[in-house]
């Protein structure tokens, strides 16, 4: 999915990714960023973004690979999701996720539910009258998941995604960034497996740096 392409409203368009541009300097797939980007990883853990959408066909097809990666990843791995938010018609599934990862369901079926729904099913799921009833009939708190879908602490999270995408220079998903350093996806790296290799490789070389 390419930032400058995508809206809302051709979420079942699915457009592909892009190449990304140049940063300071470039490894076999990967990007090294100018200036580092904000870990929230305690000292000690080698942080790993996944930067996904829900409209994006290539992130469906990457998550199971990045779930089964992520499950594996050695304790020493702090790995988590951001939903970016390229512009303003993100925002609506930008809150179903972070709304899901607040009730500590975003590991859980109804994750993937969200894709197959928007995409397969073309449910408009960014629309509230859609989303609601069919978020209870996944065995989902209707009235918890609406209100921490309009909390203030969802909100704070959608601006920590903005700004993070722009740390990394995000321009298309899925992505990875790495200890906030380092940046790939799958047009860079060659494939989605090649995604993982890198991204092991970019840890093991952060473990050597201390």
């Known amino acids: 999915m390419n930032r400058r392409q995508f809206t809302l409203g051709a979420a079942v368009a699915l457009p592909g990714m892009l190449a990304l541009p140049a940063w300071a300097q470039s490894g076999p797939g990967y990007a090294t960023l100018k200036d580092r980007a904000p870990v929230d990883a305690p000292a000690g853990q080698i942080e790993v973004i996944e930067f996904f959408s829900y409209g994006c066909s290539h992130c469906k097809n990457f998550e199971p690979v990045f779930e089964a990666w992520k499950k594996a990843a050695p304790k020493d791995v702090a790995v988590r999701r951001e939903h970016v938010g390229f512009q303003s018609s993100f925002e609506p599934l930008q809150r179903i996720y972070y709304a899901l990862e607040a009730m500590g369901l975003a590991d859980q079926p109804v994750h993937m539910k969200v894709f197959q729904a928007l995409q397969a099913e073309r ?5 509230p009258d859609v989303l609601l009833p069919w978020i209870a009939e996944q065995g989902v708190d209707r009235a ?12 704070n999270k959608l601006r920590r995604a903005v700004q993070l995408q722009e740390a990394y220079h995000v321009e298309g998903t899925p992505a990875l960034g790495i200890a906030g350093r380092y940046y790939t996806d799958g047009s860079m ?15 093991d070389k952060e473990r050597k740096r201390g």
């Open 123 to 127: 449910k408009r799921l960014d629309k």
């Open 144 to 155: 918890k998941f609406e209100a921490t879908y309009k909390s203030f602490g969802v909100a």
């Open 189 to 203: 790296a060659g494939g989605f497996e090649q995604m993982i290799a890198i991204a092991n490789t970019l840890i």
